[in-house]
């Protein structure tokens, strides 16, 4: 169904939220491309990437102005399009995925050099954030873009069950475990997800641990 009246509510993206897509690029060849890339809920059709140069995503939206947004919970989509290139026949004529759940197409409103970092990787100039706006809407199931913040709190709920009654040395182990999904969520989560976090936090203080 085509959406007429953008709004990225309508498929679970909230402002500040990021989620985790399947863009798909062409380049001037018209070889289609996809890749697992976050995109940041900016407003009702605006969103923000920060894309590491070198890729075939980065080249092909700096030479074409333009992508599609592929919103699915699909674990072997992702996979595929991270280990390599989705195969020809999973790609739609318009550039988006077949039979995806929802997708949405951009158009960029400027290219920058990213200048902020809160992921572990060395380099910081090596990016750039593209800020974009959605165009077009279509929704085919009804689907929730996929945050990686509650997976996080799970993972750490999980581990604060288990805090009691593991050794010393898997203690230390959800400790790091906590700092990292802490982390996470500090960076794609909204504020009843990072109050969450440091519910968490305050129990393991009550433990007599500092994560
Ligand atoms: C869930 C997930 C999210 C990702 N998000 C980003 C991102 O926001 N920016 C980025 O540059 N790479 C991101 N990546 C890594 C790219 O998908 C990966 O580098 C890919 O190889 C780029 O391929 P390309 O050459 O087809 O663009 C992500 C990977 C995964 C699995």
Redesign the pocket.
Known sequence: MIIMEIDLRLIGMEKGKQY?TIITTVNAQNVQ?A????VLCAGKDIVL????KG????DNIISQKEFTVNITHNPEL?TMS?LG?LPKDYFNEDNSIKDIDAYFKCEVISIKEAVKQSDPIKKKDE?NVIKSKVTEMVINNDIKAANRAFACIIETLANLTRFDIVDEKTKQYYLSRFQENSRVVNKVGGKTERLTMNEIKKELIKKGYEP
């Open positions: 985790e491309n890749a697992p890339i976050g990437s920060r894309i590491f890729g075939k995503t980065l992702f991270t290139n990016a």
